[in-house]
């Protein structure tokens, strides 16, 4: 059964860098391509990008320039950072495992349970 | 960028049929996903490849697309299915960009 657990800060200033882990158990995150989702308090879901099997990403293009999302193949995690984050970048994020062939089609399931993170001085 | 569109509510007597649309110019060409998102919960898929059920979803939630706008239907709607769903598809050009409907809340009363 794939699980997948995000932690990190609650709590990030204005201007500095949101950083998160998500630890996956059940699978390797050499099998498949991961990805980060984020939900503003009261809004809707916002893809933020995936890191793949073999280490490649893509991002969206609205934050490509400040996130950044690798894996760590020895502890089984994946990371996210976000730099010069504002009060807008206050969300819950998620991590996802995607499903299907990655070239024209895929979906996420299962996802983490989320984390909280308050941009805040 | 791409954009998928659905009604921001839908409401329904304990029973009645809910259907919640979802609507994009990709859709003729990708499949169409559900998410289903309870109040503090994190979002669970119903409805993969537009119409198959991941296992222990309930049978009265079907899925379906034609040309540019996929449905959801829950069927006989129950007080549990209260919650906000998303669809969720592709785009079709360049790299797969990954994109999320607005959301619509379900109220069951």
């Known amino acids: 059964q794939v699980q997948l657990q995000e932690s990190g800060p609650g709590l990030v200033k204005p201007s500095e860098t949101l950083s998160l882990t998500c630890t996956v158990s059940?699978?390797?995150?050499?099998?498949?391509?991961w990805s980060w989702i984020r939900q503003s308090p009261g809004k809707g879901l916002e893809w933020i990008g995936y890191v793949s099997y073999t280490g490649s990403t893509d991002y969206n293009p609205s934050l490509k320039n400040r996130v950044t999302i690798s894996s760590d193949t020895s502890k089984n995690q994946l990371s996210l950072q976000l730099t010069f984050v504002t009060a807008a970048d206050t969300a819950v994020y998620y991590c996802?495992?995607?499903?299907?062939?990655?070239?024209?089609?895929?979906?996420?399931?299962?996802w983490g349970q989320g984390t909280l993170v308050t941009v805040s001085s | 960028s791409y954009e998928l569109t659905q009604p921001p509510s839908v409401s329904v007597s304990p029973g009645q049929t809910a259907r919640i649309t979802c609507s994009g110019d990709a859709l003729p060409k990708k499949y169409a996903y559900w998410y289903q998102q309870k109040s503090g919960q994190a979002p669970v898929l119903v409805i993969y490849e537009d119409y198959k059920r991941p296992s222990g979803i309930p049978e009265r939630l079907s899925g379906s697309r034609s040309g540019t706008m996929a449905t959801l239907t829950i069927s006989g709607a129950q007080v549990e299915d209260e919650a906000d769903y998303y669809c969720y598809s592709t785009d079709t050009r360049g790299n797969l960009e990954r994109v999320f409907g607005g959301g619509t809340t379900l109220t069951v009363l």
């Open positions: 059940g699978v390797s995150v050499t099998d498949s391509y």
């Open positions: 996802a495992k995607e499903y299907g062939d990655y070239v024209s089609d895929n979906w996420f399931d299962p």
